[in-house]
T-cell receptor, first 114, second 116 residues
């Protein structure tokens, strides 16, 4: 069964600090891995999409890594800001006979405090 | 970036009534649209996948007669919650993709349904 597990479930950090969120998956065959940011009561917004051959991808203060061999990904947030408080969702796309199938992680709830 | 609009953003209805939620891709043609529901502090749960002009594919455990999905054009999909009950109260989100069953996903802002 395809699964995507994220850790930690929730995290509180001080403004200006860095943090790393983890995503482990069992989805196979693998197509791509996505990280989304979802503010409370809003729709998710894409941060990065990584394919099999990509190890690192950055988007401003967000840097995602992917190890397709160990089926692990991380999202590193640098110099956190209050506006980074949100849920971060890892989504893995797997190849099926009918196209790609998305498996959603349960998310990491990040709170950035003063 | 591509814009996906949902309407209404929130709705309150009485138990037993039906509610329709619209999802529109404003500046691109969406071959595939997805519908999700999300309970508080939980991640998105895929309900169904709809391709323009064909019947929606529902995920296991989702009642197709309860949650009617129509994808009549490349820019509009609708979700109708029929005979809504309080347990249907949730945050419903749609996403759209240019490519069939894959590709970059663009999410709507979500619709919060409260059934009294």
């Amino acid at each position: 069964k395809n699964q995507v597990e994220q850790s930690p479930q929730s995290l509180i950090i001080l403004e200006g600090k860095n943090c790393t969120l983890q995503c482990n998956y069992t989805v196979s065959p693998f197509s791509n891995l996505r990280w989304y940011k979802q503010d409370t009561g809003r729709g998710p917004v894409s941060l990065t999409i990584m394919t099999f051959s990509e190890n690192t991808k950055s988007n401003g203060r967000y840097t995602a890594t992917l190890d397709a061999d160990t089926k692990q990904s991380s999202l590193h947030i640098t110099a956190s800001q209050l506006s980074d408080s949100a849920s971060y969702i890892c989504v893995v796309s797997g190849l099926t006979g009918g196209g790609n199938k998305l498996t959603f992680g349960t998310g990491t709830q990040l709170k950035v405090e003063l | 970036g591509a814009v996906v609009s949902q309407h209404p953003s929130w709705v309150i209805c009485k138990s037993g009534t039906s509610v329709k939620i619209e999802c529109r891709s404003l500046d691109f043609q969406a071959t595939t649209m997805f519908w999700y529901r999300q309970f508080p502090k939980q991640s998105l749960m895929l309900m169904a996948t709809s391709n323009e002009g064909s019947k929606a594919t529902y995920e296991q455990g989702v009642e197709k007669d309860k949650f009617l999905i129509n994808h009549a054009s490349l820019t509009l999909s609708t979700l109708t919650v029929t005979s809504a009950h309080p347990e249907d109260s949730s945050f419903y989100i749609c996403s759209a993709s240019r490519q069939l069953n894959t590709g970059e996903l663009f999410f709507g802002e979500g619709s919060r349904l409260t059934v009294l």
